[in-house]
């Protein structure tokens, strides 16, 4: 294959590290280009001595250009609730503003686009579990919409500038991801629950624990991204793993997984926090001959070295703070 100049926006986040990663293995060149938001530079600390690797940090709501590429991975918005709970308005932005910046670096260079959706674009689905051509059930004014509408925007934005410009362009729904480089204060339930177990704390189950998700491994994400980046197919397609756990199984198999001894604490769920998620990946299977290795266990205990690394920091930060 020819070797590619890409640009990943996002790309000191957890899944646009990861992206990096495995774009410069294959040969190419990458810049990341980050504001840090939510993102942390040490992610992509191994590639300092990279020649084919640099680290912008740019706020892709003003525009930007990084000279001449031929590929633009967006990857760039806050995804944890509780990221995009605090920063809201960013996340409108980002999602709007933000991709706009991105289509046209694309548009300028003749470049392909490549979007990272989400299963949120299902919001809280009445069908289960969600192909591609469910147009979803969002809450238009809820406190996610300013995620999900943001996300149903940009592929809307993605999907004009393939209808007007011509522009190549992919789009991937991204399902519940877990694994190494997720922040550990990020809010998500794997963190929140590794986090917890490893210091022997109460899990923290919201609501009764019955609503499910589908977790996938970000090794076999990324590979799905990449399969969907080098093929013909503009999507959106589900990239995710559709074995299906309640929350309180998850707790679980945390459990099982640290040897924690925690018990659970039940605490509310917060507003219109979806009640089932499962990806349908026919499409995924039959067009990218992909679909994920990893199972939840295996991928916890991939994760543990390093969530339990990140608890070591983190208490170090406390206790430097408490100084
Ligand atoms: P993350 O928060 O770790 O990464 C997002 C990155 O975007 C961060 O590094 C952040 O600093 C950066 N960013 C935010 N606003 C920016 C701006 N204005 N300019 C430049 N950079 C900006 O989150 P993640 O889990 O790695 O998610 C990456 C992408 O994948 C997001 O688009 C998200 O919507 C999508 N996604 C992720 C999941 C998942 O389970 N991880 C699920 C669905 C979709
Ligand atoms: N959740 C939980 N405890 C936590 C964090 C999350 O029970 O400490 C639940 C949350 O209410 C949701 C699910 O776990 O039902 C997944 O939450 P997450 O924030 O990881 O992602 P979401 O899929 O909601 O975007």
């Given amino acids: 294959m020819t070797k590619l100049r890409a640009i990943v926006t996002g790309g000191a986040g957890f899944l646009g590290s990861h992206l990096c990663d495995a774009v410069l293995a294959e040969g190419h060149s990458v810049v990341a280009v980050d504001n840090l938001l939510t993102g942390n530079a040490t992610n992509l600390e191994h590639l300092r001595h990279e020649p084919r690797f640099e680290l912008r940090r740019v706020d892709i709501c003003e525009p930007f250009d990084c000279g001449k590429v031929d590929y633009v991975f967006h990857l760039a918005s806050p995804a944890s609730p509780v990221d995009y709970t605090i920063h809201g308005i960013p996340t409108l932005r980002v999602g709007s503003v933000g991709t706009f910046n991105a289509l046209e670096v694309a548009r300028k260079y003749g470049a392909k686009f490549f979007l990272s959706s989400t299963s949120e674009c299902y919001g809280d689905p009445e069908e289960h579990p969600q192909k591609e051509s469910y147009w979803g059930h969002v809450n238009p004014i809820g406190p996610r919409s300013v995620y999900d509408e943001a996300k149903r925007f940009s592929e809307a934005a993605t999907v004009a500038y393939r209808r007007y410009h011509k522009l190549e362009t992919r789009i991937v729904r991204i399902f519940n991801t877990y694994g190494p480089r997720m922040q550990i204060n990020d809010g998500r339930v794997v963190p929140n629950f590794m986090k917890q177990a490893l210091r022997g704390e109460e899990l923290t189950v919201y609501g009764d624990g019955k609503q499910t998700r589908s977790f996938c491994y970000v090794a076999d994400e990324i590979d799905g991204l990449l399969r969907l980046a080098w093929s013909q197919e503009p999507g959106p397609v589900n990239i995710g793993n559709p074995s299906e756990f309640t929350i309180l199984e998850c707790a679980q198999k945390v459990l ?59 208490a170090a930060a406390n206790s430097r703070g408490a100084r």
């Fill in 256 to 314: 099982q997984v640290t040897g924690s001894k925690s018990q659970i604490k039940f605490l509310p769920l917060p507003p219109d926090d979806p009640k089932q998620r499962r990806p349908d990946i026919s499409k995924a299977r039959s067009i990218l001959g992909w679909e994920p290795k990893v199972d939840l266990e295996t991928g916890l205990k991939f994760s543990l070295d390093y969530f339990r690394q990140a608890v070591k920091e983190l």
